[in-house]
C-alpha cells in the first residue's frame, strides 16, 4: 500500500502458487507475489497520473 500526500491510498495485489512438481522454495513465491503486487501498484499509479494530467490539462488533442 503507497500512501500519497493527499491522503489517498493505492494498494498493489500479488500472489504465487507454486506448481506441486516444483521444489518447495518459499523465497521465490515470495517475490513473485510482491513483484505482482508492485507492477498493479505501478499500474494504478499511472493511471492516476494520466487522470491527474486531464484533468489539470485537459484531453490531449489526437
Known amino acids: ?3 500519497t500526500r493527499d491522503t489517498s491510498a493505492v494498494t ?10 516444483d521444489r518447495p522454495v ?3 513465491g515470495d ?9 498493479e501498484l505501478a499500474v494504478r499509479l499511472h ?12 484531453p490531449v488533442p489526437v
Open 26 to 28: 518459499p523465497e521465490v
Open 12 to 21: 498493489g495485489r500479488g500472489t504465487a502458487r507454486r506448481n506441486p512438481i
Open 47 to 58: 493511471d492516476g497520473a494520466a487522470d491527474d494530467i486531464v484533468m489539470l490539462t485537459g
Open 31 to 39: 517475490e513473485l507475489a510482491v513483484s505482482r503486487a508492485l507492477e
Open 1 to 3: 500500500m503507497l500512501t
